[in-house]
């Protein structure tokens, strides 16, 4: 083995090698002065002249570097290939005069923070006030700074991306400029990505777009019907207290029991509202006023809404049923197939038993309020009711100000917070690393997959047996694939590696699925077309999953609840490590949720059908949907799309309400079909410019449709519209 000498040592001999070849090289040319031990050049070797502005300088044409020697045109820096340019001394001078002065001066002291909705309302309220007094001269903001925030003297604003609509830039550009005297910069950065680089071409279209006047729709059945039940369950439930010595308003099995199709809740609420009690009427008179359209609609003065609310099922006879019996009957399904699980499994499978049991507890412990607005019985008001939280055990342990509240919908959950995915809050990095499950309860789980026969998407509850039954067909099918439904949120823990440079990634994305479990209100009709025919079918209350299943899905431990995404390891918890046990680590295909909106479903049949593949019809459901937020006057944001394959294995388009609860925006498209077609070929005729095997944002293309563009075509939804409408 060498001997290896210290550092020190290694350094002073280096140094006298050094100093012994310059001192014999140099010190008889008097250049160096001193002892081998320590040495300088000679002061006698330097001549300093004054120099005057015609002094000719030689400047490189790449790099910059400038020096008084001739060289013959070859830069002195390494590896530059510029060439040197006579100039003189003035003319270098002044070169870059400015950034020079700047660049000398002595640098300001650059304080960023970041305000968001994510941190306490106290620490915000500090941050915002430090930044008007000029402590802080940076926010890196969420569009928490859009609206009715004024921090005086904003110089400039920096988005780092072009914003969806010309509402959203103008709200975001406007924080600035808000003093006589003092102008503003709005600078925004174009990312190469469809949207940002189509208004990067055109910034008119986006500085000066036309911006949608609010409105407020007063006659939209869908919203005030559900503010009418509202009025309904509200002094039900207080009768049921006063009167009947019965809490119904907490959970909703204690309402409406889940072991029974029927249940005695449904039954007394029916008793009462028979009554037509004169504390619901003179509210309802309050609300909605007898002249307007929509309280004849919706049968104020007659009470026909009370069957919307609470008509008994009769699939059989294809009667319509009441919105609280049809979301009551997929509840009391869930609890049937659990119970079915635990018969199957009692003095079999112990494990299996217990957790179907777990399952069940959790089923009657959900809230009468959550079930009610989740299936569209009472109104949302726009707002997610299902948030859950990426929980951060650090942060949640330190005081109340410095805390972060990181709390998603769970359509957005899924994907932002789902394991593997990084977010930056506070100035840190956290990854999500776990699913949140409380101590006791149970997480919903879900088979999911398509009818093989009628092609219905079904997400049956588990019970641990992979058949299932088609509601449609009812046809027994297999449904090899899992759901994981995160109801209690995330657990997240700091990142190692630190916040870099570039935004961190959600894992996964999101898709969205109709179950075509129709609901008895459903309204079918067909349209005429010169070309074809148009069948289109509406429903207030239809069921849609969304889905974040990568490839190779989620496996999350049994005992600890660390979760990982694909391949990657999970990092099991301290006390998970300690304990001694092995987990059992669970596989899911995808994390899930649910929701219910207005959905108009559309099926062409056309006489001269061209050649068709899926692409070509997902273009026209694009159209369809521009065409829509077109004719609505409505936000694109309060708009979806999906397209599957339905019953007669068609293609159904299908547009939504994508606002909590439904908004109406389906049901007036169902009165307006051939209008939205008409529209829709407006949007595909050309008058964008583009090529016809391709989409730009005069046509199909959108903000949300941005990963899908390459494949959308056109001219592949001309061609289809164009032959329905015989164009």
């Known amino acids: 083995m060498s001997h290896k000498l210290p550092k020190p040592q290694i350094l002073q001999d ?86 020079k002065a700047v660049y000398q001066e002595d640098a300001l002291p650059l304080d960023i923070q970041e305000h968001t909705a994510q941190l306490s309302s106290k620490r915000a309220r500090e941050i915002q006030a430090d930044f008007i007094k000029g402590n802080v001269n940076v926010l890196s903001c969420t569009t928490t700074f859009e609206l009715g925030v004024d921090v005086g003297d904003l110089r400039a604003v920096f ?20 003093r006589a005297g003092k102008p503003g910069y709005a600078i925004t950065f174009a990312r190469l990505r469809p949207h940002d680089i189509a208004h990067f071409n055109d910034p008119a279209k986006i500085i000066a777009g036309e911006t949608r006047v609010p409105m407020c729709y ?125 018969e199957q499994n009692i003095d079999v499978n112990d494990r299996l038993t217990s957790s179907l049991f777990k399952s069940r507890d959790a089923l009657k412990k959900e809230k009468t309020i959550a079930v009610l607005a989740e299936n569209g019985i009472l109104p949302k008001y726009g707002f997610p009711t ?54 006791g309860q149970e997480l919903q789980v879900r088979r999911y997959g398509k009818c093989p026969t009628c092609g219905t998407f079904v997400w049956p509850i588990e019970n641990y047996s992979d058949k299932g039954e088609c509601p449609v067909c009812h046809n027994e099918l297999l449904l090899n694939k899992k759901m994981l439904i995160p109801s209690y949120g995330f657990v997240g ?27 008895s209100e ?51 918890s301290y006390w998970c490590k300690k304990s001694g046990i092995t987990p059992i680590i669970m596989r899911y295909d995808a994390l899930g949720t649910s929701f219910v909106s207005d959905v108009l479903e559309l099926v062409f049949d056309i006489d001269d059908a061209p050649s068709l593949i899926n692409d070509d019809w997902e ?43 439904g908004a109406g925006h389906a049901r007036q498209l169902s009165d307006r079909v051939v209008e939205l077609a008409q529209e829709a070929y407006k949007v595909v005729d050309g008058h964008c410019g583009c090529g016809e095997e391709t989409c730009c944002y005069g046509c199909i293309a959108n903000y949300y449709n941005q990963t899908r563009q390459a494949k959308l075509s056109r001219g592949a939804a001309k061609k289809i519209l164009a032959a329905l409408l015989k164009a």
């Open 14 to 99: 280096i140094f006298l090698f050094t100093a012994q070849y310059l001192d014999g090289f140099f010190r008889g040319e008097g250049y160096l002065v001193g002892t081998k031990e320590r040495f300088r050049l000679n002061k006698d070797i330097w001549t300093i002249c004054p120099h005057s502005n015609d002094d000719i300088i030689y400047r490189c044409d790449a790099c910059g570097c400038e020096t008084h020697l001739y060289t013959n045109g070859v830069c002195t820096t390494t590896k530059c290939e510029g060439s040197m340019v006579k100039t003189t001394f003035t003319e270098a001078r002044n070169k870059d005069r400015y950034y």
């Open 159 to 178: 988005m780092r991306n072009i914003p969806p609509t010309t509402a959203n830039y103008t709200q975001r550009a406007g924080r600035v400029g808000r």
């Open 218 to 342: 007063l006659d939209n059945a869908a919203i005030a019907v559900r503010h009418v039940f509202a009025v309904a369950m509200s002094e039900f439930f207080r009768y049921a207290h006063e009167v009947l010595n019965k809490d119904f308003s907490h959970d909703y099995n204690d309402f409406m029991d889940l072991s029974s199709a029927e249940p005695n809740g449904l039954k007394e609420l029916q008793t009462y509202l028979a009554s037509r009690p004169n504390s619901i009427r003179s509210q309802i008179a309050r609300i909605i006023p007898q002249n307007l359209s929509v309280a004849n609609e919706i049968g104020v003065e007659r009470w026909k809404w009370v069957a919307k609310l609470v008509n008994p099922l009769d699939w059989r006879n294809g009667k319509e049923g009441g919105r609280l019996p049809i979301a009551h009957s997929l509840k009391h399904a869930d609890f049937e197939r659990i119970q079915e699980g635990i």
């Open 386 to 439: 299902d948030l859950v939280e990426l929980h951060l055990p650090v942060i949640q342990q330190s005081v109340e100000e410095n805390r972060l509240s990181l709390s998603r919908g769970m359509r957005q959950a899924i994907r932002e917070y789902a394991p593997g995915s990084e977010i930056v809050a506070g100035k840190t990095l956290w990854k999500s690393v776990g699913v949140k499950k409380p101590k």
């Open 493 to 519: 823990e700091e990142s190692e590696k630190g916040v870099g440079l570039r935004k961190p990634r959600s894992r996964g994305h999101t898709s969205v699925h109709f179950s075509q479990h129709w609901p």
């Open 522 to 572: 459903a309204i079918t009709t067909n349209v005429n077309f010169p070309g074809g025919t148009v069948r289109k079918r509406y429903a207030e209350n239809g069921q849609l999953c969304v889905l974040n299943n990568p490839s190779a899905g989620f496996h999350v431990c049994s005992y600890c609840n660390s979760a990982g995404i694909g391949a990657e390891s999970i990092e099991h």
């Open 619 to 661: 273009a026209v459901m694009w159209a369809l949907f521009t065409a829509a937020a077109k004719i609505l006057e409505v936000p694109e944001t309060e708009l979806g799309g999906t397209m599957y394959e339905n019953e007669t294995h068609g293609i159904s388009l299908l547009i939504y309400d994508d606002v909590p609860g």
